[in-house]
């Protein structure tokens, strides 16, 4: 095994310093094998969490791919997200884009939100994420026709489908994969309890998305 390079020792001390910058760099040189440092990525992310926990935007996107692919951690979905949000509300764009796609599309351990989901795309997509804005795009797809770019009606029920209008719901409505069909039933009972005309609608209200 090679013996750490003198920048690595330097960048060690300062890491044990305290500096943030320092940490994510090991982490980085951990990661990949670099400056005589033994490739090990338990240790790479062990020292991007402790960037990440001084506020480093770039580490904590580090720590959350940790999270996501399991390299280093325990893979967790979910705290994948909380480290992205934290990256995210810094304003960096790379954790937008993946916070924004995670709810918008759901995972294991994060509950699908649509509006939530596009409203961080739209941050990311607002500085030039190319993936965001591609996403974007497929999110105003119309569930049932496959159309895009039009205006579009989003269930009020669910706020995760989109349709181009009734015809399309319907269809949706009468389709075997629709999720939509465990609900049907309550809805039933509020017209009954004399719910409002939004909980009552049958198969299912839908508003302006925008």
């Given at each position: 095994m090679m013996a750490p390079s003198e920048d690595a020792k330097q960048v060690r001390r300062e890491a044990e310093g305290g500096s943030a910058a320092a940490q994510?760099?090991?982490?980085?040189?951990?990661?990949?094998?670099?400056?005589?440092?033994?490739?090990?990525?338990?240790?790479?992310?062990a020292w991007f969490r402790k960037a990440a926990d001084l506020g480093l935007a770039n580490a904590q996107c580090q720590l959350a791919g940790c999270y996501y692919t399991g390299r280093g951690v325990a893979q967790s979905?979910?705290?994948?997200?909380?480290?992205?949000?934290?990256?995210?509300?810094?304003?960096?764009?790379?954790?937008?884009?993946?916070?924004?796609?995670?709810?918008?599309?759901?995972?294991?351990?994060?509950?699908?939100?649509?509006?939530?989901?596009?409203?961080?795309?739209?941050?990311s997509a607002?500085?030039?994420?190319?993936?965001?804005?591609?996403?974007?795009?497929?999110?105003?797809?119309c569930v049932a026709c496959g159309k895009l770019d039009v205006h579009h009606m989003i269930c009020s029920w669910c706020r995760n489908v989109r349709y181009c209008g009734t015809a399309c719901q319907l269809v949706h409505w009468q389709s075997p994969a629709d999720s939509h069909k465990p609900h049907r039933g309550r809805r039933r009972k509020a017209a009954v309890a004399g719910g409002s005309s939004s909980e009552s609608a049958a198969p299912g209200a839908i508003a302006d998305d925008d």
């Amino acid at each position: 095994m090679m013996a750490p390079s003198e920048d690595a020792k330097q960048v060690r001390r300062e890491a044990e310093g305290g500096s943030a910058a320092a940490q994510l760099t090991l982490g980085w040189w951990h990661r990949r094998g670099e400056q005589g440092l033994d490739q090990n990525d338990v240790k790479a992310a062990a020292w991007f969490r402790k960037a990440a926990d001084l506020g480093l935007a770039n580490a904590q996107c580090q720590l959350a791919g940790c999270y996501y692919t399991g390299r280093g951690v325990a893979q967790s979905v979910a705290m994948a997200v909380v480290w992205g949000r934290k990256a995210a509300d810094q304003g960096d764009a790379a954790a937008q884009g993946f916070v924004g796609s995670t709810y918008a599309e759901g995972a294991v351990g994060v509950k699908k939100d649509l509006p939530l989901g596009k409203r961080f795309l739209e941050r990311s997509a607002a500085q030039g994420d190319e993936d965001a804005v591609a996403l974007l795009k497929e999110l105003r797809q119309c569930v049932a026709c496959g159309k895009l770019d039009v205006h579009h009606m989003i269930c009020s029920w669910c706020r995760n489908v989109r349709y181009c209008g009734t015809a399309c719901q319907l269809v949706h409505w009468q389709s075997p994969a629709d999720s939509h069909k465990p609900h049907r039933g309550r809805r039933r009972k509020a017209a009954v309890a004399g719910g409002s005309s939004s909980e009552s609608a049958a198969p299912g209200a839908i508003a302006d998305d925008d």
